[in-house]
């Protein structure tokens, strides 16, 4: 798009799948709009992933309904091959963004409706903001992080591939999907590596001849609106690397890395652990167990035809790492050069300068409508369900999005028209 607009009914910040998704719906509700991307189209999917990712769910599943990836869907997708998907995405539908054109500041009028926006391309007024830049905005290195200057430090979102760190050992703080997927790698190229574990679910990639995708979907859990009780901030390991495989920490362990607990806190260049992998293993345990379990019920409910997967149940013998957990290190002892943090990020919404936070700054809201009016947020993690954040959920959430402002445009018609 070239031509300066300087007036939209809804304008919205960010052309990730959130963005796009969005604009899709308002497109088939002919809602006039502008996407506004400071980057490039996905551009979280090119230069915030490492090099080697793939999608998390198989083709078939991560995707939007109305296009096919051109893969096998039971493939999992390049991160880069992604990116393409939504680039095509948008192209298909004409979506109406702008990339390179960042938002820095949006404020209420005063006296009149709508918002002024302020723009590294100049000011636009209208009527509602559709806040879709993403759930993780800013990479979160904790302050327990050791201030030695022989420690290379990176937080996941940097890590790109093995041969970007010094030589050495490599420490990964946190064990969700993608702490896990780099510490493999890495230790797949030939490092020394070390994993701290935390709390964690670790579903199995695939049972009884069903992605884990699949069965989310069959036993109604994608939709589930809220976390289970005590589990609101336990992450989640899964994997499509090598074709999708199940996070087992045991075989990891066995392949060579050295599992740990919980980093405590570093001081004199040793680290600390928490006694808690035993436990946090246990529990992943569990949780895994737990999809099994439900998977088996289902069948038997259902009187499906899946094959049944004994060997599923079985675990791996306990490595030692498991059975004696470290309990502290020094770094320059074991050789560890490099510190990657995988411990997730936080929001930064400083450009929304508009009254919709809660005093930790999180956005007040029902299903992504904000409690201030006008203003709607997308893609948040459990925004209105366990799928929000994702590909496949984001969608679903854009159209609700949509279908609220449609109303509202309504009820301001109406306005009009009696005037
Ligand atoms: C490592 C990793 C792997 C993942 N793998 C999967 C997966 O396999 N499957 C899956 O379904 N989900 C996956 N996710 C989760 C989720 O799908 C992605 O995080 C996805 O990028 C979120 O899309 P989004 O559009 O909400 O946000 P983003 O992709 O972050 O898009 C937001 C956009 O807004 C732009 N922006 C931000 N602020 C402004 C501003 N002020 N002005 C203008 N533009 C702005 C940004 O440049 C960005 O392009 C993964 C997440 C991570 C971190």
New binding site residues.
Partial sequence: MSETITEIDTLV????????AMSEHLTALKIPHLV??????????RS??WDS?????PAWH?RFPNRVFDAHPDSFIGKEG?ADYFVRYAQQFNAPIRTG????RVTRNRGRAGFTVE?SDGVIQTQRVVA??????RPIIPAIAPAQENIHQLH??QYKNPQQLPEGGVMVVGAG??GVQIADELQRAGRQVWLSVGPHDRPPRAYRGRDYCWWLGVLGLWDAATKEAHKEHVTIAVS?ARGGETIDFRRLAHQGIRLTGVTRQFADGNVQFADDLQQNVRLGDENYLSVLDAADAWIAANGADLPPEPAARQFMSDPPCLTQPVLSLNLADEGIRTIIWATG?ATDYR?LDVDCFDEQQRPVHHRGVAQAAGIYF??LPWQSRRGS????G?WHDAKYIADQIAIQRSYAAYGSVAQ
């Fill in positions: 910040v960010g052309a990730g799948q959130a963005g796009i506004l991307e400071k980057k490039r189209i996905a551009e979280a999917w915030g992933r990712l793939v999608a998390n769910g991560d992604v054109v960042t938002v820095n723009t879709a830049s993403g759930p993780f905005h996941s979102a999907s993608s499509g990020y450009w997308l893609g954040t994702f590909i496949w984001v």
